[in-house]
């Protein structure tokens, strides 16, 4: 058992930083998308938090109530709350450590976007949903071999009227899905 306690010590449960910072928030892609998750991902933390506290607040008042027992039966609920109690503690942690990395983005991402009014933000909102719907059509492109897949192609009918005849314009005029995506990729 030393063994395997040694190899979890390396364990994470939760995202690194590269994940967080890359597969969670870079890949929404513009600024107010990625800050949109950040404040799920903060919301769903905080949350988290609470109820991993509450329960590891609980667990010791259980170990009280259960601490002048000595029959063998309480050793062993003893030993199976301290391994939970552990296992809450590490989740507190990991929780918070998370918190604290998708938090630092946020403000990152706050000091870029400013303050939000109302159309502020439908702009925003606007803007990364047609952004969306650029990568999208872009990556269908080069994946399909200049196709556009059913699921892009509906995305881009949803938009407003002038942004889906911007998309389809750029689309169907020599369309490079390099630019659309916004990156430069090789074929």
Known sequence: MRIVDTLLSDYQSRHSDFQIDNFIIGKQGDNWSMYKQCLREIHMRSTSLVTLKEDLELMDIERWKWKFSISKKSK??????????????????????????FVSLAKKLKRKIGELSYEKRAVLEADSWLQKARRMAGMDMLINRGQISQTTLEMIVALPPRERKSILYEIANGPDPNRLIGMDIKR
């Open 76 to 101: 062993i609920r003893k030993k199976r709350r301290a391994r939970v109690r552990n296992e809450l503690v590490k989740s507190i942690n990991e929780t918070e450590r998370e918190l604290k990395r």
